[in-house]
Each structure stands twice: as structure tokens, then as C-alpha cells.
């Protein structure tokens, strides 16, 4: 998939929380929804913004009753006897020593951490989402309680970059992670204070990395055989002016899965229609074919390794299975249901790269125009 540069950095931030971890998160809050349903809520179809509003209330909870976690702020004080590190230039300048007095800066451990300060800042921003049932809202401001002695913080995407997980506040994971998907997921309201949850599948572009990402990263998790990876290739051809090269697309693949014997790239698309019509005839998307090809040609395998190529895409009404060898490379289009359960989405993502079924000649001559 060719990355534009805002795509690229779109990448980067879907990143810090993959498809896998959003599937567990919205996962973990439907069981619980199911659980708590009778005590809880007072009413009928909770939306994902009430799931994931209650799962982070309770987490809070949860969290108040093990010992909210300190860390150490740094604070900056005018003291009659020094403490921590003198700030001599502050001094100097206010004339803090005819008065006996001497600027400080230390260290001081307390509630007001980073982790707590996003915690309340996404509960308060909870609070303002017009999405969010009236009796979760009730159960968010009585949870905002336990959060007194911390300072409210307008959040953002650095503060969660900023953050480092630790085996010091391990326990705090699942709670930020719900945070920054919250978070990110958020929209201001115009011209108003308040927020609504964004659709995001209806976002095509942010949704194709975030199924990409959920390959790549369900690949690196489930196959410590193969190493896995994005590659960026090089055109296998040169130019007549070395001046032009620059004018070449670059060439980056989704996933790379890499072991002594084969090299298999996987190329995600995601797209309610993977077929073209062409004359009333249905045929693969001759763009898609086209660059997986390129990415086949150009890549820089050795003699041992044989090099294939997937083309994957969701599965929106039917499933599609086609498999073709050209050039010495094999080359498959496949669809995964991501509405079955988890087992089957785990099943047929390793049948994927386990089994290579008998190929078919790529199309030639007339038959290639439909392609």
C-alpha cells in the first residue's frame, strides 16, 4: 500500500493502539456489558461509547480500591531552607537572599501523576459526550470522586506518547488504552463544548490501516517462525538520468512474513467492492493485481526463498478464493470475515499462510483485459 506522507502519519498514531488491542478492549466490554447488565444498566442496547465509558469506570474503580498509583512532579518553591536542586539564577533575580530565602526545585511523590491526570481528563471528557446514557453519566461523576487531588488536563495525542508502561504501573494498561481509544474517537461538537463519537468505519483510509496493522501485528504475535515486517523496495531497473530516480513511487509493503524458505507478502485492502465490472463482467481490481505484481518483481529475495503474494480484503457478501502462479510466483486473493468469532478469524489467518493450494496460469491475452 503506498503511503502519502498524511497517511504516514496517520499510520503512526493508529499504531499506538493496534487493531488487536481495540478488538480485545471492545471485546472485554461486550463480556462485561453482558455481565453487569441487570445491576448496572437500566436500559436496553448499549452503544460502544456506553461500553467503553462503564468498562473505564469500573477500571477506575478498580484501580482506587489496589491504591491509586503516585508519581513524582517536579515543583518549584520560594523555602526558607533548601530542598532538592537551589535555582540560583531565580535567585538571584528576585533577591531572595536579603529576605533569607532561596528558590527550589525538587521532587515530590503524589496522586497528581501523568496516568491519573488522563484518567480524570477522559472522564471529564466523558462527561460532555451527548452519546453517553444519562445513568452512566451519573456512575462517571460519582468515579470522578476518587479523583480529587488530581489536576485536570486538556488531553491530547502527546500525552499518551509521552507515557512509559512499567511494571510500576502495569496495572494501569487497559485503563489508558481505553483512554486513548476514547479519546481519539471523541469529536467536538461545533460551535459547543460537547462531544460525539466518531463513526470510524465510515473513514475508508483510517480503516485500512487499522486493518493493516491488525494483520501485521496479529502476524508478529502468533508466528515467531517467520519474521515479520513492512518493507520499503526498490525498482529493479535503472534510469538513463540518476537525476530521475527521485520520480519513482515508492514501493512499501503491508506485511512481510520472511523464513528460510519463502518470502509471502501481503498487500490489505480495504474496500466494500473488491471486484470490478468491465462490460457487465465482475473480475478482480486491476489496480490491486498490479501493484501486488510490481511488489513480486521487484523484491530482492535470494535463490532459495520463493517469493508469493496475497491479496486480502474484508469480506463484505461473499467469499473469494482464486489462486494463480506467474512468473514463478504465486499469487492469491483471499477475503477474511472479521464478523465471525475470534477462532475463526485466527484459523483462517494461519490456513492462510500455511497452506499454498495448487495454481492456476495467470490470465493471458483476451482473458487479461479483464483482470
Known sequence: MEASAPSRQLRRSESCLSFTQRHHIVHQARAHASIRRPSSYAYQNPTIADLLASVLADEC???????????????????????????????????????????????????????????????????????IHKELLRKIRNTLD??????????????????IIHRHNAHYSLALKICELIVNSLAPEAGGSRYRFKDIAADEQRMGLIFQSFILNFYKRERPDYRVKSDRLSWNFTTASGQSSHLLPTMNTDVSLYSREKVILIECKWTREPLQHFRGSPSFRSAHLYQLYA????????????????????QVDEELRADYSIENHELSVRTLDLSADWHHI??????????????????????????
Open 61 to 131: 474503580v478498580a484501580l482506587d480500591r489496589r491504591g491509586l498509583g503516585k508519581g513524582y512532579i517536579e515543583h518549584r518553591d520560594v523555602l526558607a531552607t533548601p530542598r532538592g536542586r537551589l535555582l540560583l539564577g531565580e535567585t538571584i533575580n528576585q533577591a531572595l537572599l536579603s529576605r533569607a530565602k532561596i528558590s527550589c526545585s525538587f521532587d515530590e511523590l503524589t496522586l497528581d501523576s501523568q496516568e491519573n491526570r488522563i484518567l480524570k481528563g477522559t472522564l471529564i471528557r466523558l462527561l460532555r459526550c451527548l452519546d
Open 146 to 163: 476518587r479523583f480529587g487531588e488530581v489536576t485536570l488536563i486538556e488531553i491530547g495525542p502527546r500525552d499518551f506518547q509521552s507515557l
Open 295 to 314: 511488489y513480486l518483481r521487484n523484491h530482492p529475495s535470494s535463490s532459495r526463498q520463493r517469493v508469493s503474494g496475497i491479496l486480502l480484503y474484508p
Open 346 to 371: 485466527r484459523t483462517a489467518l494461519q490456513e492462510l499462510i500455511n497452506r499454498r493450494p495448487p495454481m492456476l496460469p495467470m490470465p493471458t491475452g483476451a482473458q487479461a483485459e479483464h483482470l
